[in-house]
Protein backbone atom coordinates (compact mmCIF):
# COMPACT_ATOMS: atom_id res chain seq x y z
CA UNK A 1 0.00 0.00 0.00
CA UNK A 2 1.33 3.05 -0.92
CA UNK A 3 1.49 6.25 1.32
CA UNK A 4 -0.96 8.21 -0.46
CA UNK A 5 -3.88 5.74 0.84
CA UNK A 6 -2.32 6.23 4.27
CA UNK A 7 -3.39 9.65 3.26
CA UNK A 8 -3.18 12.18 6.04
CA UNK A 9 -2.16 10.87 9.81
CA UNK A 10 -3.44 11.89 12.97
CA UNK A 11 -2.24 10.96 16.78
CA UNK A 12 -5.12 10.97 19.43
CA UNK A 13 -3.39 11.54 23.03
CA UNK A 14 -0.80 13.55 24.02
CA UNK A 15 1.28 11.52 26.61
CA UNK A 16 5.25 10.51 26.73
CA UNK A 17 4.26 7.77 24.28
CA UNK A 18 1.94 9.49 21.90
CA UNK A 19 4.15 12.78 22.37
CA UNK A 20 7.49 10.39 21.01
CA UNK A 21 5.00 8.70 18.53
CA UNK A 22 4.63 12.75 17.17
CA UNK A 23 7.87 13.77 17.23
CA UNK A 24 8.88 10.28 14.73
CA UNK A 25 6.30 11.51 12.47
CA UNK A 26 7.38 15.19 12.13
CA UNK A 27 10.95 14.32 12.22
CA UNK A 28 10.08 12.10 9.03
CA UNK A 29 8.22 15.15 7.43
CA UNK A 30 4.87 13.98 7.71
CA UNK A 31 2.29 16.89 9.11
CA UNK A 32 0.00 15.67 11.60
CA UNK A 33 -3.19 15.78 12.82
CA UNK A 34 -3.40 16.06 16.81
CA UNK A 35 -6.31 15.61 19.16
CA UNK A 36 -5.41 16.58 22.99
CA UNK A 37 -8.26 17.00 25.31
CA UNK A 38 -7.01 19.69 27.40
CA UNK A 39 -7.38 22.90 25.47
CA UNK A 40 -4.48 24.47 27.28
CA UNK A 41 -1.98 21.97 26.12
CA UNK A 42 -3.66 22.81 22.53
CA UNK A 43 -2.60 26.64 23.08
CA UNK A 44 0.56 26.03 24.48
CA UNK A 45 1.78 23.37 21.57
CA UNK A 46 0.53 25.77 19.01
CA UNK A 47 2.21 29.13 20.18
CA UNK A 48 4.77 27.55 22.02
CA UNK A 49 5.69 24.10 19.85
CA UNK A 50 6.33 21.48 22.66
CA UNK A 51 4.31 19.22 25.39
CA UNK A 52 4.15 21.46 28.37
CA UNK A 53 3.71 17.74 30.41
CA UNK A 54 5.69 15.25 28.73
CA UNK A 55 8.95 14.78 26.88
CA UNK A 56 9.12 18.71 27.50
CA UNK A 57 12.24 18.95 25.62
CA UNK A 58 10.98 17.66 22.28
CA UNK A 59 10.73 20.63 19.71
CA UNK A 60 7.59 20.82 17.11
CA UNK A 61 8.32 23.03 13.68
CA UNK A 62 5.13 25.13 13.63
CA UNK A 63 3.67 23.71 10.60
CA UNK A 64 4.05 20.15 11.35
CA UNK A 65 1.46 19.60 13.93
CA UNK A 66 -1.86 20.49 13.82
CA UNK A 67 -3.33 20.47 17.77
CA UNK A 68 -6.92 20.00 18.36
CA UNK A 69 -9.26 19.67 21.22
CA UNK A 70 -12.12 19.16 18.84
CA UNK A 71 -11.75 15.06 17.60
CA UNK A 72 -14.32 15.04 15.42
CA UNK A 73 -12.81 17.61 13.12
CA UNK A 74 -9.66 16.04 13.73
CA UNK A 75 -11.10 12.60 12.45
CA UNK A 76 -12.78 13.77 9.15
CA UNK A 77 -9.41 15.34 8.76
CA UNK A 78 -7.76 11.64 8.56
CA UNK A 79 -7.23 9.01 6.93
CA UNK A 80 -4.52 6.89 9.20
CA UNK A 81 -4.86 7.07 13.00
CA UNK A 82 -3.04 6.61 15.79
CA UNK A 83 -4.68 5.45 18.91
CA UNK A 84 -2.27 6.21 21.79
CA UNK A 85 -4.21 6.93 24.77
CA UNK A 86 -4.13 5.41 28.02
CA UNK A 87 -6.81 1.99 27.94
CA UNK A 88 -8.50 3.13 30.77
CA UNK A 89 -10.13 6.13 28.71
CA UNK A 90 -9.99 4.39 25.29
CA UNK A 91 -13.38 2.98 24.86
CA UNK A 92 -14.93 6.90 26.24
CA UNK A 93 -12.64 8.22 23.74
CA UNK A 94 -14.23 5.93 21.03
CA UNK A 95 -17.52 6.44 21.74
CA UNK A 96 -17.62 10.73 22.31
CA UNK A 97 -17.97 10.97 18.50
CA UNK A 98 -20.44 8.90 15.74
CA UNK A 99 -18.74 5.83 15.11
CA UNK A 100 -19.27 6.08 11.40
CA UNK A 101 -15.85 8.57 11.84
CA UNK A 102 -13.97 5.49 13.10
CA UNK A 103 -15.36 2.78 10.24
CA UNK A 104 -13.03 4.59 7.19
CA UNK A 105 -9.75 4.50 8.79
CA UNK A 106 -6.54 3.29 9.04
CA UNK A 107 -6.33 2.39 13.04
CA UNK A 108 -2.68 1.91 14.22
CA UNK A 109 -3.03 1.26 17.88
CA UNK A 110 -0.15 2.18 20.57
CA UNK A 111 -2.41 0.60 23.65
CA UNK A 112 -0.60 -1.24 25.87
CA UNK A 113 -3.71 -2.88 27.56
CA UNK A 114 -6.74 -3.98 27.96
CA UNK A 115 -10.05 -1.82 27.74
CA UNK A 116 -11.45 -2.36 31.61
CA UNK A 117 -14.66 -1.92 31.30
CA UNK A 118 -15.46 -4.75 28.18
CA UNK A 119 -11.76 -6.57 28.97
CA UNK A 120 -11.08 -6.66 25.36
CA UNK A 121 -8.34 -5.55 23.34
CA UNK A 122 -9.02 -2.40 21.37
CA UNK A 123 -9.39 -4.27 18.03
CA UNK A 124 -11.55 -6.92 19.62
CA UNK A 125 -13.82 -4.11 20.63
CA UNK A 126 -13.43 -2.26 17.40
CA UNK A 127 -15.06 -5.64 15.52
CA UNK A 128 -17.46 -6.73 18.48
CA UNK A 129 -18.94 -3.89 19.04
CA UNK A 130 -18.68 -1.60 15.83
CA UNK A 131 -18.31 -3.39 13.20
CA UNK A 132 -14.52 -2.34 12.34
CA UNK A 133 -12.83 -3.69 9.56
CA UNK A 134 -10.17 -5.70 10.86
CA UNK A 135 -7.77 -5.72 8.02
CA UNK A 136 -7.76 -1.88 8.62
CA UNK A 137 -6.10 -2.32 11.95
CA UNK A 138 -2.69 -2.38 13.30
CA UNK A 139 -0.68 -2.24 16.16
CA UNK A 140 2.86 -0.86 17.34
CA UNK A 141 4.51 -2.31 19.78
CA UNK A 142 8.18 -1.96 21.51
CA UNK A 143 10.51 -2.53 22.80
CA UNK A 144 11.00 1.09 22.65
CA UNK A 145 10.99 3.97 25.37
CA UNK A 146 9.46 7.76 25.03
CA UNK A 147 12.46 9.19 26.51
CA UNK A 148 14.82 7.11 24.48
CA UNK A 149 13.10 8.45 21.45
CA UNK A 150 13.42 11.95 23.00
CA UNK A 151 16.90 11.58 22.68
CA UNK A 152 17.09 9.52 19.36
CA UNK A 153 18.62 6.70 20.50
CA UNK A 154 18.32 3.74 18.53
CA UNK A 155 14.76 1.85 19.09
CA UNK A 156 12.48 -0.66 17.56
CA UNK A 157 9.18 -0.81 16.80
CA UNK A 158 6.95 -4.18 15.85
CA UNK A 159 3.74 -3.31 13.55
CA UNK A 160 1.29 -5.92 13.40
CA UNK A 161 -1.45 -6.36 11.11
CA UNK A 162 -3.19 -8.93 9.22
CA UNK A 163 -3.07 -6.46 5.63
CA UNK A 164 0.76 -6.67 4.82
CA UNK A 165 0.43 -3.52 1.88
CA UNK A 166 -0.56 -1.36 4.63
CA UNK A 167 1.63 -2.48 7.44
CA UNK A 168 4.39 -2.30 5.31
CA UNK A 169 3.84 0.82 4.47
CA UNK A 170 2.78 2.26 7.65
CA UNK A 171 5.89 0.76 9.30
CA UNK A 172 7.55 2.73 6.28
CA UNK A 173 6.05 6.27 7.47
CA UNK A 174 8.03 5.47 11.31
CA UNK A 175 11.23 4.32 10.19
CA UNK A 176 14.44 6.70 10.00
CA UNK A 177 17.93 6.44 11.23
CA UNK A 178 16.90 6.03 14.80
CA UNK A 179 13.80 3.63 14.43
CA UNK A 180 13.70 0.28 12.80
CA UNK A 181 10.63 -1.29 12.13
CA UNK A 182 9.65 -5.02 11.52
CA UNK A 183 6.29 -6.08 10.52
CA UNK A 184 3.99 -9.53 10.93
CA UNK A 185 0.54 -10.83 11.60
CA UNK A 186 0.45 -11.02 15.14
CA UNK A 187 -2.02 -8.82 16.32
CA UNK A 188 -3.09 -10.86 19.20
CA UNK A 189 0.38 -12.51 20.23
CA UNK A 190 1.90 -8.79 20.17
CA UNK A 191 -0.55 -6.63 22.02
CA UNK A 192 -0.89 -9.66 24.69
CA UNK A 193 2.23 -9.59 25.10
CA UNK A 194 2.55 -6.26 26.00
CA UNK A 195 0.06 -6.00 28.44
CA UNK A 196 1.49 -9.11 30.37
CA UNK A 197 4.94 -7.50 30.31
CA UNK A 198 3.58 -4.19 31.88
CA UNK A 199 1.83 -6.47 34.44
CA UNK A 200 5.19 -8.31 35.21
CA UNK A 201 7.41 -5.10 35.31
CA UNK A 202 5.13 -4.06 38.36
CA UNK A 203 6.20 -7.09 39.70
CA UNK A 204 9.58 -6.02 38.81
CA UNK A 205 9.60 -2.88 40.71
CA UNK A 206 8.08 -4.22 44.06
CA UNK A 207 10.81 -6.63 44.07
CA UNK A 208 13.60 -3.88 43.69
CA UNK A 209 12.10 -2.06 46.35
CA UNK A 210 11.90 -5.27 48.82
CA UNK A 211 15.80 -5.63 48.36
CA UNK A 212 15.46 -8.51 45.93
CA UNK A 213 18.89 -8.46 44.19
CA UNK A 214 19.78 -9.26 40.31
CA UNK A 215 19.51 -13.11 41.21
CA UNK A 216 16.03 -13.09 42.05
CA UNK A 217 15.48 -10.85 39.07
CA UNK A 218 16.63 -12.97 36.36
CA UNK A 219 14.44 -16.01 37.72
CA UNK A 220 11.81 -13.72 38.03
CA UNK A 221 11.80 -12.18 34.44
CA UNK A 222 12.60 -15.77 32.91
CA UNK A 223 9.38 -17.12 34.70
CA UNK A 224 7.32 -14.55 33.64
CA UNK A 225 8.49 -15.37 29.67
CA UNK A 226 7.58 -18.58 30.64
CA UNK A 227 3.85 -17.90 31.59
CA UNK A 228 3.87 -15.50 28.72
CA UNK A 229 4.85 -18.45 26.31
CA UNK A 230 1.77 -20.82 28.43
CA UNK A 231 -0.72 -18.10 27.86
CA UNK A 232 -0.23 -17.35 24.09
CA UNK A 233 1.31 -20.92 22.72
CA UNK A 234 -0.71 -23.28 24.75
CA UNK A 235 -3.52 -21.80 24.67
CA UNK A 236 -3.87 -20.52 21.13
CA UNK A 237 -6.97 -21.40 19.85
CA UNK A 238 -8.51 -19.28 22.68
CA UNK A 239 -6.39 -15.83 23.32
CA UNK A 240 -5.16 -15.56 18.95
CA UNK A 241 -7.95 -16.38 16.77
CA UNK A 242 -5.90 -16.30 13.67
CA UNK A 243 -3.72 -18.89 11.83
CA UNK A 244 -0.79 -16.88 12.91
CA UNK A 245 0.59 -18.22 15.41
CA UNK A 246 2.66 -15.86 18.24
CA UNK A 247 6.46 -15.20 17.23
CA UNK A 248 8.24 -16.08 19.88
CA UNK A 249 11.59 -14.38 18.25
CA UNK A 250 10.74 -11.02 17.91
CA UNK A 251 11.84 -8.29 19.90
CA UNK A 252 8.20 -7.78 20.73
CA UNK A 253 8.18 -10.16 23.29
CA UNK A 254 11.48 -10.73 24.99
CA UNK A 255 13.08 -7.88 24.39
CA UNK A 256 9.75 -5.41 25.40
CA UNK A 257 9.88 -7.89 28.97
CA UNK A 258 13.26 -7.23 29.44
CA UNK A 259 13.53 -3.47 28.89
CA UNK A 260 10.04 -2.67 30.86
CA UNK A 261 11.17 -4.73 33.83
CA UNK A 262 14.84 -3.32 33.93
CA UNK A 263 15.05 0.23 32.81
CA UNK A 264 14.37 3.07 34.56
CA UNK A 265 12.60 4.71 32.10
CA UNK A 266 9.46 2.14 32.57
CA UNK A 267 6.72 3.77 34.30
CA UNK A 268 5.43 0.29 35.39
CA UNK A 269 8.71 -0.90 36.82
CA UNK A 270 8.73 2.84 39.19
CA UNK A 271 5.01 2.63 39.62
CA UNK A 272 5.80 -0.93 41.10
CA UNK A 273 8.37 0.88 43.01
CA UNK A 274 6.18 2.85 44.72
CA UNK A 275 3.40 0.23 45.48
CA UNK A 276 6.95 -1.65 47.25
CA UNK A 277 7.59 1.30 49.49
CA UNK A 278 4.16 1.72 50.79
CA UNK A 279 2.15 4.03 48.36
CA UNK A 280 -1.22 3.39 47.98
CA UNK A 281 -2.18 3.34 43.97
CA UNK A 282 -3.71 6.56 43.85
CA UNK A 283 -0.80 8.45 46.15
CA UNK A 284 1.60 6.29 43.40
CA UNK A 285 -0.50 7.05 40.49
CA UNK A 286 -0.22 10.92 41.49
CA UNK A 287 3.03 11.44 41.99
CA UNK A 288 3.58 9.86 39.18
CA UNK A 289 1.54 12.24 36.77
CA UNK A 290 0.52 9.45 34.61
CA UNK A 291 -0.95 5.87 34.21
CA UNK A 292 1.28 2.64 34.74
CA UNK A 293 -0.92 0.34 32.39
CA UNK A 294 -0.17 -2.56 34.28
CA UNK A 295 -2.12 -1.56 36.79
CA UNK A 296 -5.67 -1.81 34.78
CA UNK A 297 -4.15 -4.54 32.80
CA UNK A 298 -3.71 -6.61 35.77
CA UNK A 299 -7.79 -6.65 36.41
CA UNK A 300 -8.25 -7.25 32.97
CA UNK A 301 -6.07 -9.97 32.48
CA UNK A 302 -7.88 -11.83 35.24
CA UNK A 303 -11.23 -11.73 33.95
CA UNK A 304 -9.60 -12.91 30.56
CA UNK A 305 -7.61 -15.88 32.50
CA UNK A 306 -11.16 -16.94 34.17
CA UNK A 307 -13.02 -16.53 30.80
CA UNK A 308 -10.66 -19.15 29.05
CA UNK A 309 -9.49 -21.27 32.30
CA UNK A 310 -5.85 -20.25 31.93
CA UNK A 311 -3.48 -20.22 34.94
CA UNK A 312 -1.05 -17.40 35.25
CA UNK A 313 -0.03 -17.29 38.89
CA UNK A 314 2.22 -14.59 39.03
CA UNK A 315 0.09 -11.92 36.87
CA UNK A 316 -2.45 -13.72 39.77
CA UNK A 317 0.03 -12.26 42.71
CA UNK A 318 0.14 -8.67 41.28
CA UNK A 319 -3.40 -8.29 41.04
CA UNK A 320 -3.88 -9.40 44.38
CA UNK A 321 -1.29 -6.90 45.97
CA UNK A 322 -3.02 -4.12 43.32
CA UNK A 323 -6.45 -4.94 43.93
CA UNK A 324 -7.46 -7.19 46.50
CA UNK A 325 -5.13 -5.67 49.53
CA UNK A 326 -2.45 -8.19 49.63
CA UNK A 327 1.26 -6.69 50.88
CA UNK A 328 3.95 -6.52 48.59
CA UNK A 329 6.06 -8.76 51.15
CA UNK A 330 3.73 -11.39 51.87
CA UNK A 331 2.96 -11.74 47.87
CA UNK A 332 5.90 -12.24 47.26
CA UNK A 333 7.04 -14.34 49.66
CA UNK A 334 4.47 -16.87 48.37
CA UNK A 335 5.80 -15.87 45.01
CA UNK A 336 9.44 -17.16 45.73
CA UNK A 337 7.63 -20.64 46.14
CA UNK A 338 6.53 -20.71 42.76
CA UNK A 339 9.74 -19.55 40.80
CA UNK A 340 12.28 -22.12 39.58
Not at 234 to 244: A, G, L, Q, T
Request: proline share 3%; net charge negative.
Amino acid sequence: MSAKRLGQVGIIGNGSWGTALAKILTDNGHTIHWWIRNAEAVKHLTTRHHNPHYLTSVRFIDDTIKPTSDLATMLQSCDTVVFAVPSAYAESVINSVDKDLWLNKNIISAIKGILPDTKKLLNDYLVDCMGFPLENYMSVMGPCHAEEVAEERLSYLTFSGLNDDLTCGVAKLFGNTYINTTCNHDIWGAQFAAVLKNIYAIGAGIARTLDYGDNFLSVYITNCYREMYHFLQDHFEKVHPSNEHPDFHTSAYLGDLLVTCYSLHSRNRRFGAMIGKGYSVQAATLEMNMVAEGYYAARGMQAISKQFSIDIPIATFIYKILWEGLTPSDGFLKLEKLLS
